[in-house]
């Protein structure tokens, strides 16, 4: 704890090993470049579930193709077998939640992003950084051991529901489940030790001049995000422990015949996982608001709003988790409470969305791949955040809940909102990451084609929710009432392939952009972010000297700038003055 | 004594904004604090929760647990606490010393080494003393299960069920043993982190009244871990 | 092909699909707002040369009006949703005059207890039956759901009845069916590898056939 | 560069005997003194929160900070009691 925050960087001075430069490495553009590609592989694995999910769904009983090169424990003669089906959404949501869409926006963005955006050199703590993500890598390796030991993964969805997960002889599956329990502690040491330097990072690391009403909204949403993390994932770390001991070591705390309370574990883990929700939508909305002032050549519409929004989401986020348990069995009053504050979050949601389209109002709109991707993920996730309040109004959700209908839900916010802003911003700082850009016609294409397909996707799964088809279940034509919508089930599958083929274009831009993509300009975007003022991809240890920061960040258009659109927060004019650094603290810095 | 490298130089003086005007170790010391206080409160929330759905079932205090020998792990924890904080106090004013004579005093002032020191032999004791309790009531019968059968607990609770809680065994045990066994983890990491600083920072005499952050940060983990266990020593021990 | 919710069975459907359809109209006007907005500026403000964006920072009296409107939306909704939610899970609002009947949740059937020919649950003429619930129409029945293993989720799409049943918990759920005929239960819980098959039936009669077929039931009958 | 601590060193030892004292007067209440039930669980909670206050105040330096350091170990006490309030209140049907 004592030396960290002084780690010399050599890096300066004497060439380092491979070993050290890319894979122990303490820099924070290389653990953000490490959790990136950890991560897309993750998303790959996570989607290649959900295609056997959509097989099954789409085309219950027939061999899935190439369904025969896994064990007879999966298949039956190229059938998925219905304990395989429950392995498949199991872990399709743990991987796609934990593993893909939390570390690719916190691990890669927050790393990558905070220290340059700030104007800093790196973390406050960089070696507890490259432990962050090792533990991060072992949570996400003893997760995916679970296929490869005997029963298979996990078989109690990714909410783990006891008394489902803590009996094995009730799930049929007995080691992976302790896999999972001991993967999510680790997964959560990994999250507070990253949340914890994110959180020091920005409140002492800025740059003279980068007030806190100076910082982009990526840096705000990220900040918020990390004080989510470091107060929600230890409070699913001792859930997890104790269901974990309930697994092993025989105690009783979700087991109700000795007095034990399921629902406790499901409290536990929505307290947790209604803030592990905005963890996975601010960091997209931070990152989407700095593409979209950008791609208008306009400052934010209601910068400060847009602040008091995150905080007011976050801070709302802590008392609406009873919304997961409106059918649990809950306590109906505390239901109603539970339905006043979810209704609520709508209006910071709602100023947020009129904001991002204030702010293209009277723009000069650009449109590369990072704003296209930016405008879908406006108008996704209103569709998203619109859904929602059919199933926070109490009675409506009676039909609704645990059907097809959540599931459209949640993917609109999760593929829709988080996924399309990864798409906008693994393109939007890819220079700073590798000195090329990614090819513009490619990323048009895949913004298109994914758009459609998944629309033809995920819309029609509201619909066969309404018509009442359960979550998670095998097969749904052994239900008359849900044998009529089968057809829209197939029409669902097919987009799904196609919307996964797609992604393929993705992969290979990324990987191809990596070795022949175009070098980079120094400011490809004619960004006014502080990482602009580095050459690409930016050097360890980032400045030479400090930078100081002299204006706020979504100065597009301004006067001052005259015959340029942009004005960048490091630019210093004639009239600016250089801000003069706080005295130091007592004890050492 | 700022000794100006080429590092320091390219860091930016911290905080070049006002921060929260602490040094970044000890703002993330207390940063993961908030962490660990949403980590107990899962676990100590959940006995709240499971104790209460229990009504009046549970054991009666002082039946099953050895309050006398918990009082004693108390009261060496206290000590570890105010030997930590004059340990701080001490490299505050610049004693690195062990013990040192006072002119006009009988007792000798101790210093940085001499407080730590303390510490560790406190907070060693403490964790030797959990373990010799879990030792004997696993030995009476009382495990994270319930009362083992056979075992003299388990006889009398069949003797006396109101006074053992003999219906909710199982619950008691099942938190009783998570809670005082994570609180007990933690203060093995206390006690391992302490006696690698001792031998790292302290003998050497790296720290100085300009730069005592190890010695600030660790106190602070300490300190905490003594807020907890007068928290878990009421409401597991005594209520 | 259905595209709306399924056919109303139960007094709940009522107020539930209407309440369902006032949302969808409220966020249908918000989506049109919100779509429509970004596609005409995506066309009026393209990049064109020679044109700057309008340098604005916003505007207060904007943000004011649309965070009032959804903030008066929401709550009213609200306040419209709760009476339905207290007049449908709370305990108090269970009719007293209502039937009430046991179901077990089991991996992976529905155990359903009738009171027998006292009408009263408990006693010794109680008799169970696997995956078929029999109530009369017109009659508000109550179900106390408990479970033997995992959580499960008693759900009835046509009466728009969906409750969880969780080991070691008592709950009481009620509904009073309007049309005889035959329904689907299903399992909205995942509870299992069989979760799909914890299929049953609701057979809803008029008074006099159940009457007949509490009477051959009791008589130690046919199922 | 530093600036030495402004504020007056508490008197350590002395926190150190309320604490001992309490800690005693704490078990005495528990085994010995004839008080009701209810009582001594507020009592009890009592003690244990103002001992826990002192540790906080004087050993961790909470009474010496400035706000915003005194926030951060503040903003989780709030959310723990909503979580075991809220929870328990599922039993109070």
Known sequence: MTTVAHTPTEAHHAPMSFWRKYIFSTDHKIIGIQFLFVSLFFLLVGGLLAMQIRWQLGFPGKPLPGGGILPESMVSGGVILPEYYIQLVTMHGTFMVFFAIMPLLVGVYANFLIPLKIGTHDMAFPRINMWSFWLALLAGLIMLAGFFVPDGAPRAGWTMYAPLSARPDLSGATISQKLWSISIVVLGLSSVMGSVNYITTIINHRAPGMHWFRMPLSVWALFITAILAVLALPVLQGAAIMLLFDQTIGTHFFDPGAGGQPLLWQHLFWFFGHPEVYILILPAMGMVSDIIANGSRKPIFGYHSMVFAIIGIAFLGWIVWGHHMFMSGMNPTLGSTFMVSTLLIAVPSAIKVFNWMGTMWRGNLRFHVPMLNAIGFVSMFTIGGLSGIFMAATPVDIPLHDTQFIVAHLHYVLFGGSLFALFAAIPYWYPKMFGRMMSERIGKLHFFLTFIFYNMTFFPMHIIGMGGQMRRIYDPTIYDFLKPQQPLNVFISYSAFALFAVQFLFLFNFLWSLKRGKKAPQNPWEDNGMEWSLPNPAPHGNWDKTPNVYRGPYEFSAPEAGDKDYLPQYLKLPTDRDPVPAPLPAGGH | ?239 | MRWWLPDAGSTFAGPIDALFLAILIITGIALVVVEVGLVTFVIKYRARPGRKAFYTHGSTRAEVIWTAIPAVTMVALGLISNHYWVLIKDKKSIPPNAYHVGVHGKQFEWQVTYPGPDGKLGTSDDFTVRNQLHVTVNEPVAVELSSEDVIHSLFVPEFRLKQDAVPGMHIIAWFQATKTGEFEIGCAELCGMGHYKMRARVFVHTPDDYKAWVAQQAAGGSE | MTTPTTHVRPNYMLIWLYLFVMTIAEVLLAFELPVSQNLKLILLLILAIWKAMLVALFFMHLKFERWRLRLIFIVPLPLAVILVTTVIMEKVF
């Open chain 2, 1 to 239: 004594m700022q000794t100006t490298t080429m590092t320091d130089a390219m860091r930016p003086p911290v905080p070049a904004e006002p921060g929260a005007g602490v040094y970044s170790n000890k703002l993330g010391m207390w940063v993961f604090l908030a962490s660990d206080v949403m980590f107990f409160t899962a676990l100590i929330g959940s006995y709240i929760v499971l104790r209460f759905g229990m009504g009046s079932a549970w054991a009666r205090p002082g039946a099953v647990l050895n309050v006398p020998l918990t009082g004693l792990n108390t009261f060496l924890l206290i000590c570890s606490s105010v030997s930590m904080v004059k340990a701080y106090a001490a490299i505050a004013d610049g004693k690195k010393y062990f013990l040192r004579k006072v002119p006009g005093k009988t007792l000798q002032d101790g210093g940085l080494k001499f407080w730590l020191l303390v510490t560790i032999i406190c907070g060693a004791g403490f964790v030797g003393v959990q373990v010799v309790e879990y030792i004997k009531l696993v030995g009476h019968g009382f495990t994270p299960t319930g009362y083992r059968e056979g075992s003299l607990l388990a006889e009398h609770a069949l003797a006396d069920p109101v006074k053992y809680g003999a219906g909710v065994a199982g619950m008691y045990g099942s938190t009783f043993f998570t809670m005082t066994g994570f609180h007990g983890f933690h203060v093995t990491c206390g006690v391992i982190s302490m006696l690698y600083l001792y031998f790292t920072k302290v003998l050497p005499e790296k720290y100085s009244p300009q730069d005592y952050r190890g010695i600030e940060v660790i106190g602070l983990y300490w300190h905490f871990v003594d807020l907890v266990w007068i928290i878990l020593f009421t409401i597991v021990y005594l209520i």
